[in-house]
């Protein structure tokens, strides 16, 4: 079983920046599609991002320009990146990935609070 672990979630002012990461268990994570997604308070869950094996990214038209996704393979990590976050972009953030466009494994989630 495939563990994907979040971490650098917290509190920030709109404008801030936070960066994400999403460490994986897998030792095949190099061919792994990977994501994340976004649940805020009453909405459903959402796609942010995603990234190929290839470094194909992909973007939510919400996020674009503001939020980068990137990956290290040697660490089995992937990045998001957050910049000029809004109050909007407060939610629960999902590492998710797999072998498949539709993800496979899913981290636990890590809290993202965006102060106005």
């Known amino acids: 079983q495939v563990q994907l672990v979040e971490s650098g979630g917290g509190l920030v002012q709109a404008g801030g920046s936070l960066r994400l990461s999403c460490a994986a268990s897998?030792?095949?994570?190099?061919?792994?599609?990977m994501g994340w997604y976004r649940r805020a308070p009453g909405k459903q869950r959402e796609l942010v991002t995603t990234?190929?094996?290839?470094?194909?990214?992909n973007y939510a038209d919400s996020v674009k320009g503001r939020f980068t996704i990137s990956r290290d393979n040697a660490k089995k990590t992937v990045y998001l990146q957050m910049n000029s976050l809004k109050p909007e972009d407060t939610a629960v953030y999902y590492c998710?990935?797999?072998?498949?466009?539709?993800?496979?494994?899913w981290g636990q989630g890590t809290q993202v609070t965006v102060s106005s």
């Open positions: 998710a990935g797999g072998l498949r466009a539709v993800p496979d494994y």
């Open positions: 897998s030792s095949i994570f190099s061919i792994f599609h």
């Open positions: 990234i190929t094996s290839g470094n194909s990214t």
